[in-house]
């Protein structure tokens, strides 16, 4: 195995309906096409396109919604996806998602959830952490087996086309769901949708009640939001594509710690080439990153190959790889002692480097 795919990593920005594997999203196609739901002829080229603009996106995650939103796929595609970050060695993921209604299928926001946690708790290829205290079944904690153990805790994401009351709800849901690891609040969609204003009420909440926050923010050329974004000191922000001067100013005094996801900037075409990428910058800056996938199904990506793309284009070797994924746990959403048990994991593959 490849050591960038053996080494431990952590990832901190993955959106479930974007991590789906190809042969489920065609599979599933291929099934409502039969039953007359879609035209999977129609579908199929969005579904296998490799480069696609922003907008298309966010029109390929329609369709995704489409495909997978009832309450067995949910669960179906969240073992898969929990499955997948495991089996490249990812040790602690923040996995999110926005809590989906849907009345003629009998869907609320908590019933997304619930078909979400369904979905860990069906793991069984490897050992899944998922809420405070819980120990799985046939989890190794104990009985010295090498079963791999991943630690997953969720953010629930409030979509830009949603409103103030929509938010709200899904932070109440989140609220509740803190003792089946939920940790945080994500914001993100369009970016050329909706009103930072709109989410304000809900975030402060959220922030109140004492869960962390992570915002989509610059993904798109928006300075004054980007600058009230910063005014609110998230915990974290995604991207950063589109900051100016004074913001990285006012981010790096803040310390701001930024969710890098390569692929997906080069590919929508935020960022034109990896040269001019800010992970350059920020990385000889010292500023708080952290590389992560965004969407490995839609950008065909993984978390190691972000890291050998990473180490490729701006020149990291093993120790520096390393040192970038354990740096990643100071900004976890989840406790101290999760924090703990991940250091000693990469200070473990430390001590394997020639
Ligand atoms: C902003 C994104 C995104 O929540 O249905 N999402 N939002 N920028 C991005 N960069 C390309 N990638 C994904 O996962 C899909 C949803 O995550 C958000 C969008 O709201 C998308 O509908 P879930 O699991």
Redesign the pocket.
Known sequence: MEWWISMPKVELHA?????IRDSTLLELAKALGEKGVILFSDVEHVIRKNDRS?NE??KL??L??II??DHTTVTRITKEVVEDFASENVIYLE??????RNESIGMSKRSYMEAVVKGLRAVDAVDVNFAPHYLGEGNDICNGTTKKKIFVRLLL?I???ETTADAMETVKLALEMRDQGVVGI?L????TVGDWMTFLPALKFAREQGLSITL?CG?VPNPKEIQAMLEFLPERV??ACFFKEDHWENAKSSKIPVEI?LT?NI??G?ISSLDVHHFGDLYHAKHPLILCT??SG??STSLSGEYILAASSFGLGKKEMLELGRNAIEFIFADDEIKRELREAFDSAAGTLE
């Open positions: 959106h479930l309906n974007g991590s922003l996106v966010f995650f329609d995704i919604h997978t939103t996995l999110r998602t926005t809590p989906k994401s979509d830009r086309r994500d993100s969609g369009n970016p989509h993904e995604g991207h996801c997906s590919r929508t935020s965004d969407d839609i950008f």
